[in-house]
C-alpha cells in the first residue's frame, strides 16, 4: 500500500477541525537539533510556548526532526514523546518534518552556533545536508551513510506509524532548495520509497510550492496524500489555492506570514478559512532563531565574521521596526496586540 487514494485523503480531511497552526520552534533554540538535543532541550520553555498557542486557537504545530538525533533513538524517542505529551495536553497534533534543504549545509551535533545578530535563521541546519545530498545525487555514497539514512525514516515511521499524537508526516521540506535543485530528486525518491514501504497510519507529504525543479515538485505531487504548499507573497495566495484545487485533494498550507510581502494574518486567514484550507504561519515566539528579522539579512552572514556579531548568552535579542515573522516576545507581549485578537477571534468564532 502506498499513497491514498483521492476518498481516502478527503475522509481524512473531513475529520479534522480547520487545521491552524504555526512553525514551532522554542524560543530558546536555535535549530531543530537544540531543540531535541539532551543538554538544550527545555521542558518549561517547550510547555509555555506550546501554551501560548493554544491560547491564540491554534491546534497544530509543524516541527522539524533532524537526521543526526537519530544516532540514539531511544533519546530521541524519548525527548518527542515529551513533546507530543505537551502537545497532547494543549489538545495539539503536530506535523514533523524530516529531512530539510534550508539554510546552513554542514550540520553537526552538539554545540551549535551561536545567533548573529540581527541576522534571520542564521544557525538553521539542513538535513541531511548538502555534501550527502551532493554525493547521493553523483552516486558516490557509502552504503553506511545511505543505510542511515533510511534507517532514520523507517524507524521513526515505525515508532511513531499508529500514534494519534501526531496528525501528518512532512517527508522533506523544500527539497531543491539551497542550491541544489534537481541534486535532492534522487534523495527524495529514496525518502518516498522508504516512508511508503512503512506506510504510516498517518498521512504522508512534501511540499509543492516551496520545493525547487519541475522533476521534484511532479514526484511530491504523485505521492503526497494531502497536497501541501508555502505561500508567502500576498499576491500568489488566492492564484495557487485556485491551481492547487486541481488535484482533487485537501491542500495545506504548511508555511505562509511574511508581513512584508503582504501575508499578514488578517490577509491571509480569512482566505484560508473561506477555502477550508489547513494554515501553519513561520514562527510563534521571537528567540535565538530570529526569524522576525527578514530573509534578505541571510546576505549578511558571510559579512559578520567578526566575534562582537555573535549575540552571548543573556544578550537582548534585537528587534527590527517590522517584525517578518513570529507572534511574541519571550516575556508573552505580542508585537501587535490587534493582530492577536484577530487570530483568537477568526480561530476560535
Not at 521534484?216 to 492547487?244: C, P, V
Request: net charge negative.
Amino acid at each position: 500500500m502506498t499513497k491514498w487514494k483521492k476518498d481516502k485523503a478527503i475522509s481524512w480531511y473531513e475529520e479534522q477541525p480547520w487545521l491552524v497552526g504555526c512553525n514551532f520552534l522554542p524560543s530558546s533554540a536555535i535549530n531543530q537539533l537544540e531543540m531535541f538535543q539532551d543538554e538544550t532541550f527545555d521542558f518549561e520553555v517547550i510547555s509555555k510556548e506550546v501554551s501560548w498557542a493554544q491560547e491564540l486557537g491554534f491546534n497544530s504545530l509543524r516541527v522539524y526532526l533532524h537526521d543526526l538525533l537519530f544516532d540514539d533513538p531511544e533519546n530521541l524517542f524519548n525527548k518527542l514523546d515529551i513533546f507530543l505529551d505537551i502537545c497532547s495536553s494543549h489538545s495539539i497534533k503536530p506535523i514533523l518534518v524530516l529531512f530539510d534543504d534550508c539554510h546552513r549545509p554542514d550540520p553537526i551535533k552538539g554545540i551549535q552556533p551561536l545567533p548573529v545578530s540581527g541576522v534571520h535563521n542564521s544557525g538553521w541546519q539542513q538535513s541531511p545536508g548538502l555534501e550527502l545530498v551532493e554525493s547521493i545525487f553523483e552516486g558516490k555514497i557509502s552504503a553506511s551513510e545511505i543505510e542511515r539514512l533510511e534507517y532514520f525514516v523507517k524507524g521513526v515511521l515505525e515508532k511513531y506509524k499508529f500514534d494519534e499524537r501526531i496528525l501528518m508526516w512532512d517527508v522533506y521540506n523544500e527539497p531543491g532548495q539551497g542550491g541544489k535543485a534537481e541534486k535532492s530528486l534522487k534523495l527524495l525518491q529514496l525518502t518516498w520509497k522508504w516512508a511508503h514501504s512503512v506506510r504510516p497510519s498517518q498521512p504522508l507529504t512534501s511540499c509543492l510550492d516551496g520545493s525547487v525543479g519541475e522533476e521534484i515538485i511532479k514526484y511530491n505531487a504523485e505521492n503526497s496524500d494531502i497536497i501541501t504548499f508555502h505561500t508567502y507573497r500576498g499576491e500568489d495566495l488566492e492564484g495557487n489555492i485556485s491551481r492547487l484545487k486541481d488535484f482533487g485533494r485537501p491542500l495545506i498550507c504548511t508555511e505562509y506570514m511574511a508581513r512584508e510581502l503582504g501575508t499578514t494574518f488578517q490577509f491571509s486567514l480569512p482566505i484560508f478559512k473561506n477555502h477550508n484550507i489547513g494554515c501553519y504561519n513561520w514562527g510563534l515566539v521571537v528567540g535565538k532563531s530570529q526569524t522576525h528579522f527578514n530573509w534578505e539579512t541571510v546576505s549578511d552572514l558571510e559579512k559578520k565574521k567578526e566575534k562582537e556579531a555573535f549575540l552571548q548568552a543573556g544578550d537582548i535579542i534585537p528587534e527590527p521596526d517590522l517584525w517578518f515573522h513570529d507572534i511574541f516576545r519571550k516575556d508573552g507581549s505580542a508585537f501587535d496586540e490587534e493582530e492577536v485578537a484577530f487570530i483568537k477571534q477568526i480561530t476560535t468564532g
